[in-house]
């Protein structure tokens, strides 16, 4: 390297830290979630249709499973506080505090000033993948979501309308019964589940690469506080070639909801708001 200084291995040497030890962090009781898990009921369910988005509501207490049907199928999941939808999934948080991927016993916690789980991860039948030779793993929280400004400023002005951030917010709009210039920005940065990611290691760059999702594999959650989940099923199909198109095969994903039988939470509540009194020094 041109202009490197005589210590420079050595200063490239000095051993890293972790940023957010985990200790200290409240974490979920996942014995108990996951003895609650395998006496569920059925309430309910909503099929994704291919590049579109829909809305699904979880009532805090509950479970709710994607889960891959007919092929390999990316879904980008935003995440709202049902009573304030302007609490919302802090995908940047979630990647401090858990790394760059989730699986069972991560979670997602919710912007400022709330800073508090809104969902954790009861079960991935993807857990087995860890991190492959190329650096990537799978249910990222590093990507964005695919949307049409990005795709804009690369294509020359092209104009697409089904990427995740435009169905996301269609979906949330229909939802909350809004115009779409309300909904928009309550969306948010995406849980990417199923896609498959990393950054290259000469480059740094975001990469994808098709999902080892098969159809039957899902993803669980166990709902904190009460929720609307957004989850659109990415133009990308399996994020193996393109997104921002139509030319990928895409698939529907199933979100379904489900009730625990009474008295299967034994000790869990659901978490308030964050403890700092937002007085920021004044
Ligand atoms: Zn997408």
């Not at 006496?39 to 994704?48: A, D, M, S």
């Not at 999934?89 to 919710?110: C, Q």
């Not at 049409?148 to 169905?167: K, V």
Request: some cysteine; hydrophobic content about 35%; overall charge negative.
């Amino acid at each position: 390297m041109p202009n490197a200084p005589s210590d420079a291995d050595a200063r490239r040497a000095v051993k890293p830290v972790i940023c957010y030890p985990t200790e200290t962090l409240p974490a979920p009781d996942l014995p108990m979630l996951t003895a609650a898990r395998v006496r569920l009921t059925k309430i309910g369910e909503v099929t994704v249709p291919p590049r579109e988005a829909r809305c699904f509501e979880a009532p805090a207490g509950h479970f709710f499973r994607i889960t891959s049907v007919e092929a390999p199928q990316v879904g980008d999941l935003n995440l709202h506080n049902a009573t304030d939808p302007t609490e919302r999934f802090y995908s940047g948080k979630a990647r401090a505090l858990h790394g760059t991927h989730l699986t069972t016993g991560g979670r997602m916690w919710s912007s400022f000033p709330h800073l508090r789980p809104m969902a954790t991860i009861t079960h991935d039948t993807l857990g087995w993948y860890g991190i492959d030779g190329f650096g990537g793993s799978v249910h990222d929280v590093i990507g964005t979501r695919c949307d049409p400004y990005t795709h804009a400023l690369l294509s020359g002005g092209g104009q697409y309308h089904h990427c995740c951030h435009s169905n996301l917010t269609r979906s949330l709009a229909d939802h909350l019964g809004i115009p779409l210039t309300e909904a928009e920005p309550l969306v948010h940065d995406v849980l990417n589940v199923f896609m498959c990611t990393g950054f290259t290691r000469d480059t740094g760059q975001y990469f994808m690469k098709a999902s080892p999702v098969r159809p039957g594999d899902y993803l669980e959650f166990f709902a904190e506080i009460d929720l609307i989940g957004n989850l659109s099923a990415c133009p990308g199909g399996d994020c193996g070639s393109e997104h921002s198109s139509d030319a990928a095969r895409c698939a529907p994903l199933l979100v379904e909801v489900f009730a625990p039988a009474e008295g299967s939470l034994e000790g869990w509540v659901s978490p308030l708001s964050n403890a700092y009194d937002r007085s920021h020094g004044r």
